[in-house]
Nanobody, 128 residues
Framework: QVQLVESGGGLVQAGGSLRLSCAASGRTFSSNAMGWFRQAPGREREFVAAFRWIGPSTYYGGSVKGRFTISRDNAKNTIHLQMNSLKPEDTAVYYC?????????????????????WGQGTQVTVSS
């Protein structure tokens, strides 16, 4: 059994910051990468960021480059997403995901099909 649990979402003013966390649990849990996606009502799920253990390598969606930073807590199966300079258009449910697969580039890590496990999501609301 694998479980991903997000935390840290909430309401913040435009220009503010939030830090999301995602903890993975399960005795047999193993992955090569973890990432974040987001989805606003009526819109498709959008890639935000990913962290691949081997490298390590990080990947970011174009809309968040320079503002968001993904990191890993090596002491446990946890990743974080530091979100700075938040904009109202960042408002969405943010989902944590884990991939069992290793890919040499970002192509599949930027797509839902590249991941095997998903969290329940955490709401981020940015007011103007």
């Amino acid at each position: 059994q694998v479980q991903l649990v997000e935390s840290g979402g909430g309401l913040v003013q435009a220009g503010g910051s939030l830090r999301l966390s995602c903890a993975a649990s399960g005795r047999t849990f193993s992955s090569n990468a973890m990432g974040w996606f987001r989805q606003a009502p009526g819109r498709e799920r959008e890639f935000v960021a990913a962290f691949r253990w081997i490298g390590p390598s990080t990947y970011y969606g174009g809309s968040v480059k320079g503002r968001f930073t993904i990191s890993r807590d090596n002491a446990k199966n946890t990743i974080h997403l530091q979100m700075n300079s938040l904009k109202p258009e960042d408002t969405a449910v943010y989902y944590c995901a884990a991939s069992r697969s290793y890919y040499s580039g970002s192509y599949y890590y930027e797509k839902e099909v590249g991941y095997d496990y998903w969290g329940q999501g955490t709401q981020v609301t940015v007011s103007s």
